[in-house]
């Protein structure tokens, strides 16, 4: 199973190591791309290699897509090639995590209309505007999109995150989805 983390420069560095991490740790290979393959730095200075250009990536090869905040979203949000994978992830019924400014790239791609999510506070008026049902809590979940607001909602967006990964491996894995946890 491989999830796919996307971002760019000056972005929110918990929020692209941790996920990553955690992915890991349960054993999911995790690749991460951006506009270009190089590293990405974070906007408190930790450097992330990236694996694949946005052009590269194919979404049917990965379980989850993650969308982490900072500065990067604006960026990520302008490449046409990135809103094209964040709607085959919601369109495939694939899990979608974003924290913190990680919606304004679902919000580019017209994604949220009518979806219940959550953001980081000062982008709350743009979900809104985009016709999400903005829920100021650390964690929304809304059938295979899960959104948080900040670092301090890690233990609530990754447990939920993995909750919905653990289901897309159960079908994976089982016809019926007997056995399944």
């Keep these: 199973m491989k999830a796919l983390i996307i971002s760019a420069d000056k972005f929110e560095d918990s929020e692209v190591l941790v996920p990553y991490y955690r992915l890991q740790e349960a054993g999911i290979e995790v690749v991460v791309a951006s506009m270009r393959r190089e590293v990405i730095k974070g906007l408190h200075g930790y450097a ?67 979806r219940r999510a959550t953001c980081y506070r000062s982008m709350a ?9 903005y829920e100021d809590r650390e964690v929304v ?17 990754l447990r939920e995150t993995m909750k919905l990964l653990g289901t897309v491996a159960c079908r994976l894995t089982s016809n019926n989805g007997s056995g399944c946890w």
Excluded: M, W
């Excluded at 008026?125 to 049902?133: M, P, Q, T, Y």
């Design 141 to 157: 979940v809304d059938g295979n999109l899960v959104t948080s607001r900040q670092p301090a909602d890690f233990p609530a967006f």
């Design 48 to 114: 992330v290699a990236v694996d694949r250009t946005l052009a590269e990536v194919d979404p049917d090869e990965y379980a989850i897509l993650v969308l982490p905040g900072g500065k990067a979203p604006a960026a990520v949000r302008e490449e046409d090639k990135a809103l094209e994978i964040a709607r085959s992830f919601v369109d495939g019924g694939k899990p979608v995590a974003a924290i913190c400014h990680g919606p304004q790239i679902l919000i580019s791609a017209g994604l949220l209309r009518g």
């Design 125 to 133: 008026d743009e979900l809104i505007a985009a016709g999400a049902n």
